[in-house]
Nanobody
Framework: QVQLVESGGGLVQPGGSLRLSCAAS????????MGWYRQVPGKQRDLVAA???????NYADSVKGRFTISRDNAKKMVFLQMNSLKPEDTAVYYC?????????WGQGTQVTVSS
């Protein structure tokens, strides 16, 4: 069974940085596409960044040049480095894993960008 646990969220001032981490358990991590999504109340959950098994990356236009997704297959972890944060980046961030067995979500971590 796949479990995802996010960490690293918190309160940061505009222009600051945070690094989110997601630890995965279970098999088939290496072949999985990993992603970070975010959601604000009343809106749909949107893709922020994704990284495939061959380390191809994809970013939402709103975070290109500011966020970087990476993965460590040996540790079964995925990271999201967030720089130059803006108030509009405030959301609950969710880790996602997709593999041949299904689509899995973490519990989410709150990121608040405010002065």
């Amino acid at each position: 069974q796949v479990q995802l646990v996010e960490s690293g969220g918190g309160l940061v001032q505009p222009g600051g940085s945070l690094r989110l981490s997601c630890a995965a358990s279970g098999s088939f991590f290496r072949s999985a596409t990993m992603g970070w999504y975010r959601q604000v109340p009343g809106k749909q959950r949107d893709l922020v960044a994704a990284i495939t098994s061959d380390v191809s990356t994809n970013y939402a236009d709103s975070v290109k040049g500011r966020f970087t997704i990476s993965r460590d297959n040996a540790k079964k972890m995925v990271f999201l480095q967030m720089n130059s944060l803006k108030p509009e980046d405030t959301a609950v961030y969710y880790c996602n894993l997709r593999n041949i067995r299904g689509n899995y979500w973490g519990q989410g971590t709150q990121v608040t960008v405010s002065s």
